[in-house]
């Protein structure tokens, strides 16, 4: 009987291609829970903060892109020969949040669906480090000059109105920008070190 089971494991093993092993019954009788996974490897299974750093940062400059697209619109529907210059400095600051903020989105769509770059790694790191904290020193200083411009402005006109939801929504714009600035600062240091 235990020729027999030897002649069998040298069978399994040649018919298997790899070195020659015995059959126990008791083996395959009572399989555990981990059996079903003993295939895989802990290494293949590691968690990458990258997906979620630049998912992060997606969510983040969508935001951006939407309020400051709506700071600019509530400015710009206005009747312009009434917009303050304050009011106007505000337009053109969220105007030009707004473009960097598309342009943003469009680099990280192109990242995700091309599965590359338009810029390189270094290069994108730095630019977004330096140009996020411009826009959010940008978005701030517009907010902050425009409030008073509110109070110069009669009560329940349009460019009243106008002007708090641009000033509001800035307000917000800056926020996100923040965040953004933290993530894009992160990406940096991570790269430096």
Known sequence: MKGERADCGVLLGEMAGSSPRFYSPAQSQYPTPSTPFSSYSISSTT????????????????????????????LAATSPHKKKGEAMYCFGVTILAFVYSFFQLFNGLFDIVHKGLLFSDLVSDYLNFVLDHLLCYLLISSSSVSVPTI???????????????????????????????????????????
């Open 47 to 74: 968690w990458s903060p990258r997906p979620t750093l630049h998912l992060c940062n997606l969510i983040f400059r969508s935001l951006a892109f939407l309020f400051s697209s709506v700071s600019a619109i509530s």
């Open 151 to 193: 109070h110069q402005i009669e009560n329940a006109s349009p460019i009243w109105k106008a002007t708090i939801v641009s000033v509001s929504m800035s307000f917000v714009a800056s926020l996100l920008f923040v965040a953004c600035s933290l993530l894009s600062g992160y990406k940096l240091c991570k790269r430096i070190i």
